[in-house]
């Protein structure tokens, strides 16, 4: 994991190297067709690319729509930590993450962990067809038509996931694809859960422990069997 830093529009915000990631200016094409997760380089081949902000930092308010068209803001998250990925159904990488990203919202998610996953998609349906297809089970349906994320994050390509603490701040983001449920993207999450402690409920998954580990010791954490 490397940590750099950049002035980006609208506020400070650190870019990784883009990996397996589809040029934002297609996000304009308004494509239909769901997109071939065959047709793209396996994610678990790339190394682990989340990029971590010199402090955090505050995150602009942003909306955007749950399956139900009801306005969500990330302040409705504000006591759990959120991993905001911007995907469309038509994104080869954006779909080709999406099973990890189920993994990791069924692993953490009791641990104070949500992953939204926010289509510009403009039609809930097509969202929940991919997700029928391709059974993605824990992760929900939700869309910016309107692309209020991309621009409140200055989004240049797709996917792209911002790691954002419970006080609303963003702490690591990556541009492109990857595998979120391998050891290191694990090891990311299980961090920042760990560090807050007091809010994360741990009587209500019994069969979560914390492991102590030494600092490079990647596999440690908090665990769910």
């Known amino acids: 994991m490397r940590i750099w830093g950049k002035l980006a529009v609208g506020f400070l915000m650190v870019s990784s190297a883009a990996v397996a990631q589809q040029p934002y200016d297609n996000i304009y094409n308004n494509p239909t067709k769901a997109a071939d997760p065959r ?17 955090p930092l505050p995150v602009q308010p942003v909306l955007f729509y749950n399956d139900k068209a009801e306005p969500v803001t990330l302040a409705d998250y504000r006591d759990k930590v959120v991993l905001l990925n911007m995907w469309a159904t038509w994104c080869t990488p954006c779909v080709y993450e999406m099973p990890s990203l189920d993994k990791l919202q069924r692993r953490y998610k009791r641990a104070g962990l949500e992953v939204l996953t926010v289509s510009i998609d403009k039609d809930p349906e097509l969202i929940r067809t991919f997700f029928l297809k391709n059974k993605i089970r824990y992760l929900p349906v939700m869309l910016d038509p309107e692309q209020s994320i991309a621009k409140a994050f200055s989004v240049e390509s797709m996917p792209s996931t911002y790691l954002i603490n419970r006080e609303g701040q963003l702490v690591a983001m990556m541009d492109g694809a990857d595998d979120w449920f391998s050891d290191d993207a694990r090891t990311a999450i299980e961090d920042i859960l760990k560090n807050d402690l007091p809010t994360v409920k741990f009587e209500e998954n019994p069969n979560m422990k914390v492991i102590e580990v030494t600092p490079g010791d990647i596999p440690g954490g908090i665990h769910t069997e």
């Open 39 to 55: 047709k793209v380089i396996d994610p678990r081949d790339i190394p682990f690319g989340l990029t971590y902000m010199p402090e």
